[in-house]
């Protein structure tokens, strides 16, 4: 069965300093987004991507904030420099056109120290 | 701002009883829900779904019941067993008024089911 993969499972960084989480839709999806979920808290929207540009992001999603998708396959969300309250749990979620549900994956845990 | 809300932070069932879990909306634009299971260090999975046109929806096991009027949904567990101890999210979309497939999710902040054997 298809799944959205998502890779490194945990990274860790210092404040500051720039990460890139990664995520492998499934294949035939067309619409992607990235949810965080702080420990403790709720699952939170970050920003959908649709044909190539940002659909719709959220007040989480600020300048820091980017994503892409640089190939057919790959959607990626990059923080350019990191705080200690983004530490959270990043999933990769997407859809296709006539889906309603979203597909998650597994997560990346990112720590920053 | 909760437009999401999931009161009962946990609840415990017994094997082959019903579970009722429950979830609230204040958002009047929400036209589709769903709920997802998740299990720790897991993603969230997709268990079933209901658009605000109909007032049930059945999957096995799994039926979710919408008043829209009291703006709240629950998911009901038939017969509830232990690999169903996991967390369970109400999540909400304003899909139609968002346009297309493309939408964001809104999620309350989980109920944990225990199933005891």
């Known amino acids: 069965e298809p799944e959205v993969t998502q890779t490194p499972s945990h990274q860790v960084t210092q404040m500051g300093q720039e990460v890139i989480l990664r995520c492998v839709p499934i294949s035939n999806h067309l619409y992607f987004y990235w949810y965080r979920q702080i420990l403790g808290q709720k699952v939170e929207f970050l920003v959908s991507f649709y044909n190539n540009e940002i659909s719709e992001k959220s007040e989480i999603f600020d300048d820091q904030f980017s994503v892409e998708r640089p190939d057919g396959s790959n959607f990626t969300l990059k923080i350019r420099s990191t705080k200690l309250e983004d530490s959270a749990m990043y999933f990769c979620?997407?859809?296709?056109?006539?889906?309603?549900?979203?597909?998650f994956g597994p997560g990346t845990r990112l720590t920053v120290t | 701002d909760q437009q999401v809300k999931q009161n009962s932070p946990s609840l415990s069932v017994q094997e082959g009883r019903i579970s009722i879990l429950n979830c609230d909306y204040t958002n009047s634009m929400f036209d589709y829900f769903l709920w997802y299971k998740k299990y720790p260090a897991e993603g969230p999975t997709f268990l079933i779904s209901?658009?605000?046109?109909?007032d049930k929806n059945e999957d096995g096991r799994f039926t979710v019941f919408l008043n829209k009027s009291a703006k709240h949904l629950s998911l009901h567990i038939v017969p509830s067993q232990p690999g169903d101890s996991a967390v369970y999210f109400c999540?909400?979309?304003?899909?139609?008024?968002?346009?297309?497939?493309?939408?964001?999710?809104?999620f309350g902040k989980g109920t944990l089911l225990t199933v005891n054997p």
């Open positions: 999540a909400a979309s304003a899909r139609w008024t968002s346009g297309g497939s493309n939408y964001k999710l809104t």
């Open positions: 979620a997407s859809n296709d056109a006539n889906a309603y549900e979203q597909y």
């Open positions: 209901i658009s605000s046109i109909k």
